[in-house]
């Protein structure tokens, strides 16, 4: 017998519901602007008041993830890769709750739901254990014509803003947040519009997972209202657009435009021409999240006797 | 004791051959422009008329890219790597055989030292080609993803201050991934660009591989809006890789874009002073400060800033400025009249704003555009001296006390090209490399280029690396095909 449904004499308890809220700086608060929005299921039912985060809970989202930067940037790989790692554990011990949200957001049978919470639990495992590997594979020395050490490492670019996916609730929004985050950066997340829900629980996730607080922040809301803000703010150094797909009343295009005021590093939709299509997040992930959103740096120094 | 007389060590100007007026590079040949207009490339040394040189229309830009894609499809994009590589190999051997002519043409064009084009410019071109060569068969080692092809057409422009060098950081990894190429030189300096199509034409390189067309502002624009070019690589001031970015947004065109900078090179109390100073006049005043890595912020240890300032003066009091040609000459010309105007504009703002200004005093020529070594001390952040690119021979001197208020200072920029560091203490090094964001930094050294180092900035100094397996990435796409 679920706890929810649990009888009393008196009958049918009451169950106690979830205040759903933003996550930024490691808190859970509401949105400095008061408003929420209704958030239904897959046949219309009313699911939850969700926090309809505004320019200015995007400002504060930047300023918390720029504020923790320099930490998670100069953790040790190792460090976060076990971060990333606690985060897969911690989700795992609560897959019943991730199932029954993306059942309720996404209109899938619960068979569906179990597969993509476990493909979302095994991607933060896969990205966990990128962490300690990337200066290898992407940074070397170089054989320069002279009497020189000469060496290029990746580096994180910064402050990413993410669009997450509209319609892959919490599989989709692993699979673009985890390869922002393994490599140092943080991030300021604008999570599915219509489908918010597991995204808030995953910050539950997050915030008991050793994630230090203002590395990942997730903001609610109207995607075409907020983004923009995003994509011209002067203190994010990238955004990725993944999110513009179905996204109502956005074109991408404005976004990068806006972008391109402080060159952002903007990593476009999937698609062709001004067209955006979500990408299949079953698919085998491969480097092409994580490398946008380095940087090479390189260091010289002579040698000598 | 009296300072040595040199005599005057003039190279050969025989060496190059200047033709009176150049057309377009275009599907292999030269040819005349189709309602294009004419414009003079001058020596900015003598303000001497060298040629006349072709404003690419619209329909000329249409027509280079037309010949670029025919000569993608045809036969370039599905030449194998070897044979590519072999050509590219052919255009090393052919620069390395015409150093001298190209050596001369940059610095008469350019108004940058014979010993700078001679030791510097032309020889990294022709290691450029060489290096890539090697790569056009080894793609799929290169890390890059898997199915590495190119992108297609490569439209490409290159700025004034390393003409024939930009141009092979430009062409030699977009050749070596096959993808074919137009490109436009600045508008000041064409003539090592007009002189490379013949190199293109002794290779017997494809025709439409390669397309080189002159103009200024309105034909750049033309080949960044034209509708068949799949990426673009632009090195240029961050003013107009703002401009480039916001013309592709909501395209599909990929882009790198090598931009501006303001680099701190930065000299801690325990640094070899004598090759600090070095590294420091290296720094800003190699190729007259046209340089957007150079070192123009000198943050220097308060504890030693009056020891560093004297002996840096010191050593600026026997640079040589003058004759681009002169083997002897340390600084040349500055390339433009609009450049001198530029720096002239913003080293009277630094005096406005309080900064104490000093030059090293020389006599300069009478005709072209000459700008003395300058130093600015008494330099805070807020200046605009200290906040923008002058591209010229000024450094600006800050102090600090502590690494992390060198670090702090450093960063204080919309930049992030490069920095130096000058100590003996090795772990301050990695530490403060590891701080600094810049795309490169020299401890101990500075300005040191080579093909297999990746180069480029962070933050508004650009995205994108060029040289080294890095610089490859930029010029495929990878994973499965659509």
């Given at each position: 017998?679920?706890?929810?449904?649990?009888?009393?004499?008196?009958?049918?308890?009451?169950?106690?519901?979830?205040?759903?809220?933003?996550?930024?700086?490691?808190?859970?608060?509401?949105?400095?602007?008061?408003?929420?929005?209704?958030?239904?299921?897959?046949?219309?039912?009313?699911?939850?008041?969700?926090?309809?985060?505004?320019?200015?809970?995007?400002?504060?989202?930047?300023?918390?993830?720029?504020?923790?930067?320099?930490?998670?940037?100069?953790?040790?790989?190792?460090?976060?890769?076990?971060?990333?790692?606690?985060?897969?554990?911690?989700?795992?011990?609560?897959?019943?709750?991730?199932?029954?949200?993306?059942?309720?957001?996404?209109?899938?049978?619960?068979?569906?739901?179990?597969?993509?919470?476990?493909?979302?639990?095994?991607?933060?495992?896969?990205?966990?254990?990128?962490?300690?590997?990337?200066?290898?594979?992407?940074?070397?020395?170089?054989?320069?014509?002279?009497?020189?050490?000469?060496?290029?490492?990746?580096?994180?670019?910064?402050?990413?803003?993410?669009?997450?996916?509209?319609?892959?609730?919490?599989?989709?929004?692993?699979?673009?947040?985890?390869?922002?985050?393994?490599?140092?950066?943080?991030?300021?997340?604008?999570?599915?519009?219509?489908?918010?829900?597991?995204?808030?629980?995953?910050?539950?996730?997050?915030?008991?997972?050793?994630?230090?607080?203002?590395?990942?922040?997730?903001?609610?809301?109207?995607?075409?209202?907020?983004?923009?803000?995003?994509?011209?703010?002067?203190?994010?150094?990238?955004?990725?657009?993944?999110?513009?797909?179905?996204?109502?009343?956005?074109?991408?295009?404005?976004?990068?435009?806006?972008?391109?005021?402080?060159?952002?590093?903007?990593?476009?939709?999937?698609?062709?021409?001004?067209?955006?299509?979500?990408?299949?997040?079953?698919?085998?992930?491969?480097?092409?999240?994580?490398?946008?959103?380095?940087?090479?740096?390189?260091?010289?120094?002579?040698?000598?006797? | 004791?009296?300072?040595?007389?040199?005599?005057?060590?003039?190279?050969?100007?025989?060496?190059?051959?200047?033709?009176?007026?150049?057309?377009l590079f275009i599907n292999g040949e030269f040819t005349?422009?189709?309602?294009?207009?004419?414009?003079?490339?001058?020596?900015?040394?003598?303000?001497?008329?060298?040629?006349?040189?072709?404003?690419a229309?619209?329909?000329d830009v249409d027509r280079a890219v037309a010949a670029a894609r025919r000569a993608y499809n045809g036969v370039w994009g599905r030449m194998s790597g070897a044979d590519r590589g072999k050509y590219l190999?052919r255009i090393?051997?052919?620069?390395?055989?015409?150093?001298?002519?190209?050596?001369?043409?940059?610095?008469?064009?350019?108004?940058?030292?014979?010993?700078?084009?001679?030791?510097?410019?032309?020889?990294?071109?022709?290691?450029h080609f060489?290096?890539h060569a090697?790569w056009a068969d080894?793609l799929?080692?290169?890390?890059?993803?898997?199915?590495p092809r190119p992108h297609g057409v490569v439209g490409q422009v290159i700025?004034?201050?390393?003409?024939?060098?930009?141009l092979a950081w430009k062409i030699a990894p977009a050749l070596a991934t096959g993808n074919t190429v137009v490109l436009k030189p600045?508008?000041?300096?064409?003539?090592?660009a007009?002189?490379f199509a013949?190199v293109v034409q002794?290779a017997d390189l494809p025709p439409g591989v390669v397309n080189i067309i002159?103009?200024?502002?309105?034909t750049g624009?033309a080949i960044v809006?034209h509708p068949d070019i799949d990426k673009l690589a632009f090195?240029?001031?961050?003013?107009?890789?703002?401009?480039?970015?916001?013309?592709?947004?909501?395209?599909r065109k990929k882009a790198t874009?090598?931009?501006?900078?303001?680099?701190?090179?930065?000299?801690?109390?325990?640094?070899?002073?004598?090759?600090?100073?070095?590294?420091?006049?290296?720094?800003?005043?190699?190729?007259?400060?046209?340089?957007?890595?150079?070192?123009?912020?000198?943050?220097?240890?308060?504890?030693?800033?009056?020891?560093?300032?004297?002996?840096?003066?010191?050593?600026?009091?026997?640079?040589?400025?003058?004759?681009?040609?002169?083997?002897?000459?340390?600084?040349?010309?500055?390339?433009?009249?609009?450049?001198?105007?530029?720096?002239?504009?913003?080293?009277?703002?630094?005096?406005?704003?309080?900064?104490?200004?000093?030059?090293?005093?020389?006599?300069?020529?009478?005709?072209?555009?000459?700008?003395?070594?300058?130093?600015?001390?008494?330099?805070?952040?807020?200046?605009?001296?200290?906040?923008?690119?002058?591209?010229?021979?000024?450094?600006?001197?800050?102090?600090?006390?502590?690494?992390?208020?060198?670090?702090?200072?450093?960063?204080?920029?919309?930049?992030?090209?490069?920095?130096?560091?000058?100590?003996?203490?090795?772990?301050?090094?990695?530490?403060?490399?590891?701080?600094?964001?810049?795309?490169?930094?020299?401890?101990?050294?500075?300005?040191?280029?080579?093909?297999?180092?990746?180069?480029?900035?962070?933050?508004?100094?650009?995205?994108?690396?060029?040289?080294?397996?890095?610089g490859l990435?930029a010029y495929v796409t990878?994973?499965?095909?659509?």
């Amino acid at each position: 017998m679920s706890p929810t449904a649990q009888s009393a004499g008196t009958g049918t308890r009451v169950d106690v519901r979830k205040t759903y809220k933003l996550y930024i700086g490691g808190k859970f608060p509401r949105s400095e602007s008061g408003r929420s929005y209704e958030v239904v299921d897959g046949r219309g039912r009313f699911l939850a008041n969700a926090a309809q985060g505004s320019r200015k809970d995007a400002r504060d989202a930047v300023v918390a993830a720029r504020g923790a930067f320099a930490g998670w940037a100069g953790a040790t790989a190792y460090n976060r890769g076990q971060v990333l790692y606690r985060v897969a554990e911690v989700m795992e011990g609560r897959r019943s709750q991730f199932v029954d949200e993306v059942r309720a957001s996404e209109g899938v049978a619960e068979r569906r739901a179990e597969t993509i919470v476990s493909q979302a639990i095994d991607r933060w495992v896969w990205y966990a254990g990128w962490t300690d590997k990337l200066a290898q594979i992407l940074g070397g020395l170089n054989p320069v014509a002279g009497p020189y050490f000469d060496i290029s490492a990746p580096e994180p670019t910064g402050v990413v803003a993410v669009l997450a996916p509209q319609r892959s609730s919490l599989l989709g929004l692993v699979s673009v947040l985890a390869p922002v985050i393994c490599s140092g950066n943080t991030a300021v997340v604008l999570t599915s519009e219509l489908r918010p829900l597991p995204a808030i629980t995953l910050s539950e996730a997050l915030a008991t997972s050793d994630v230090p607080g203002g590395v990942i922040n997730l903001i609610t809301g109207r995607t075409a209202e907020v983004a923009p803000w995003l994509a011209s703010h002067r203190d994010v150094n990238a955004i990725d657009l993944t999110g513009a797909a179905d996204a109502e009343g956005l074109k991408w295009g404005d976004l990068e435009l806006a972008a391109a005021e402080n060159l952002k590093r903007v990593v476009r939709p999937a698609g062709e021409g001004a067209d955006a299509v979500e990408p299949d997040w079953s698919r085998t992930p491969d480097l092409s999240r994580i490398t946008p959103f380095l940087e090479t740096k390189t260091v010289w120094h002579p040698k000598g006797r | 004791m009296a300072k040595f007389e040199y005599a005057p060590a003039p190279e050969s100007r025989a060496v190059v051959d200047i033709k009176p007026s150049y057309g377009l590079f275009i599907n292999g040949e030269f040819t005349e422009s189709q309602g294009g207009s004419a414009f003079k490339s001058i020596s900015p040394a003598t303000e001497e008329v060298l040629a006349e040189i072709t404003s690419a229309s619209d329909a000329d830009v249409d027509r280079a890219v037309a010949a670029a894609r025919r000569a993608y499809n045809g036969v370039w994009g599905r030449m194998s790597g070897a044979d590519r590589g072999k050509y590219l190999f052919r255009i090393a051997r052919i620069l390395q055989e015409r150093a001298r002519e190209f050596a001369v043409l940059e610095s008469l064009d350019n108004g940058k030292p014979i010993k700078e084009s001679r030791d510097v410019d032309v020889p990294l071109a022709a290691a450029h080609f060489f290096y890539h060569a090697g790569w056009a068969d080894k793609l799929d080692y290169a890390g890059l993803g898997t199915n590495p092809r190119p992108h297609g057409v490569v439209g490409q422009v290159i700025p004034w201050n390393f003409p024939i060098l930009m141009l092979a950081w430009k062409i030699a990894p977009a050749l070596a991934t096959g993808n074919t190429v137009v490109l436009k030189p600045a508008e000041t300096t064409p003539l090592t660009a007009l002189l490379f199509a013949e190199v293109v034409q002794q290779a017997d390189l494809p025709p439409g591989v390669v397309n080189i067309i002159t103009g200024a502002g309105a034909t750049g624009q033309a080949i960044v809006d034209h509708p068949d070019i799949d990426k673009l690589a632009f090195t240029g001031s961050t003013g107009v890789g703002k401009m480039i970015a916001r013309s592709i947004a909501g395209t599909r065109k990929k882009a790198t874009l090598e931009l501006g900078g303001k680099a701190a090179n930065i000299v801690f109390d325990d640094a070899p002073l004598d090759q600090a100073v070095e590294g420091i006049v290296n720094g800003i005043f190699f190729n007259q400060g046209h340089v957007c890595c150079a070192g123009s912020r000198l943050l220097v240890q308060e504890n030693i800033a009056a020891d560093v300032e004297k002996r840096l003066k010191r050593r600026l009091e026997t640079l040589r400025v003058g004759d681009p040609l002169d083997k002897n000459t340390d600084v040349g010309a500055i390339n433009s009249k609009a450049q001198l105007q530029r720096i002239v504009e913003l080293t009277a703002a630094g005096e406005a704003e309080g900064a104490e200004r000093w030059d090293n005093g020389c006599e300069l020529p009478s005709k072209g555009f000459w700008f003395r070594p300058t130093v600015f001390t008494g330099v805070s952040q807020g200046h605009r001296i200290a906040q923008e690119e002058i591209f010229g021979p000024v450094l600006s001197v800050l102090t600090f006390r502590t690494p992390h208020e060198a670090v702090a200072k450093a960063n204080n920029t919309p930049y992030g090209l490069s920095a130096g560091i000058w100590t003996e203490k090795g772990s301050r090094i990695l530490w403060m490399a590891d701080q600094l964001r810049a795309g490169v930094v020299w401890a101990n050294t500075f300005n040191k280029f080579d093909p297999t180092s990746p180069f480029g900035g962070y933050k508004e100094s650009g995205y994108g690396r060029e040289g080294g397996r890095h610089g490859l990435s930029a010029y495929v796409t990878t994973g499965d095909s659509k």
